[in-house]
């Protein structure tokens, strides 16, 4: 079987405080899931991130220092979901994708590696990097709408779309902090790589039970 994936985004791990009732429910569909399969979680900055960005670029900071600030957010975020799995999960971090660490460990934890790409561009790198063609995104949207749902309430949620089609959606441009469930160059980086990425509420836990049950669930399969 391969490895499960994961893009976490962390919108999902840190809201207005750090939740404790989402980190207690996902560490027992992980370490289910981790019976079976090597499972790797690639952690995003969230609100922690963005909080930091917008700090800094009051102080007149360009994009690669407001990119680094993030890069930071994440590897704390990932260190927390580490520690949260005590000894089922590698003590290392990966930091850089493209070469993850050997382990016999089942849970490997990652967090952002570089400025100019995001944690969902790592997940794909990553995936990539130990054979697996699927990225799982757990975000704070239930699907891709084919218009800002905030903004229309006809807004359609989008079942499967192809990576022109979502490309199409959310435009080409990376900038430190942007907020989209998938993020432009992951986009482009995943539609190279022929992968498929399925983006889903990460806050519905039984949904994604579902979805790793082979089960019927609530997200949209892109690719």
């Keep these: 079987m391969e490895p499960l994936v994961i893009s976490l985004g962390g919108s999902v791990l840190v809201k207005e405080e750090l939740d404790v009732g989402f980190l207690r429910e996902f560490q027992r569909l992980i370490l289910r899931q981790a019976r079976k399969r090597k499972v790797f979680i690639c952690v995003g900055g969230g609100s922690t991130a963005r909080r930091y960005q917008k700090a800094l670029e009051r102080f007149g900071s360009g994009a690669e220092a407001r990119d680094w600030i993030g890069i930071h957010a994440t590897r704390l975020n990932a260190h927390l979901l580490r520690l949260s799995f005590g000894k089922d999960a590698d003590k290392k971090i990966v930091e850089h994708p493209k070469r993850p660490h050997a382990t016999s460990k089942r849970i490997v934890i990652a967090a952002g590696w570089k400025p100019g790409w995001s944690t969902d561009y790592d997940s794909v790198l990553l995936a990539s990097s130990v054979g697996s ?91």
């Design 133 to 223: 063609g699927t990225v799982v995104n757990l975000t704070n949207v239930d699907y891709i709408y084919d218009r800002n749902p905030h903004e229309h309430a006809d807004a359609k949620p989008l079942h499967r779309l192809s990576w022109v089609e979502y490309k199409r959606i959310i435009g080409g441009k990376w900038a430190p902090g942007l907020h989209t469930p998938f993020d432009p160059i992951a986009a482009r980086e995943a539609e190279k790589a022929k992968m498929t990425v399925v983006i889903m509420d990460g806050t519905d836990q039984k949904n994604f039970r579902d979805y790793l049950d082979g089960k019927k669930f609530n997200g949209t399969v892109i690719g």
